[in-house]
């Protein structure tokens, strides 16, 4: 946004730069000595967390459980160990299959060469 500035309005911020400075960044210990910048940035602050606090979060603490994009997140981490084990699971299972194949076609080799005559 371009804010036209008037010849006079130039005129005060090139004579009082400092004043014009501590108008928007001044600090104090009360409202009315700091600067409007400092005001609405404590302002700011202060809806953040009032809304923060409304929302799940206590004093400021923000928890991930607290709210439904995080709830959502440890659902889905939940999900996918639960998918990882269950991998795990089926691959043992298909070692086990494969290990039992394996000695039945062993076995099945040392039958054939003694049904034939050991040939």
Do not use: W
Not at 19 to 43: I, K, P
Not at 67 to 84: C, K, S, V, Y
Not at 97 to 112: D, E, I, K, P, V
């Amino acid at each position: 946004m371009i804010v036209k500035v008037s010849g006079k309005q130039r005129q005060v911020i090139e004579e009082d730069r400092e004043g014009v400075y501590r108008l928007f960044a001044a600090s104090g210990s009360t409202t009315e000595a700091q600067g409007l910048a400092r005001r609405m940035r404590e302002m700011l602050d202060n809806g953040v967390s009032a809304l923060a606090e409304r929302a799940g979060g206590y004093k400021g603490k923000l928890l991930p459980h607290q709210f439904t994009l995080g709830r959502n997140m440890e659902n889905i981490d939940d999900r996918i160990a639960q998918f990882e084990d269950r991998m795990v699971s089926v691959e043992n299972r298909y070692y086990c299959q494969f290990t039992a194949m394996s000695r039945a076609n062993s076995q099945s080799n040392y039958l054939m060469q003694f049904m034939n005559g050991g040939q």
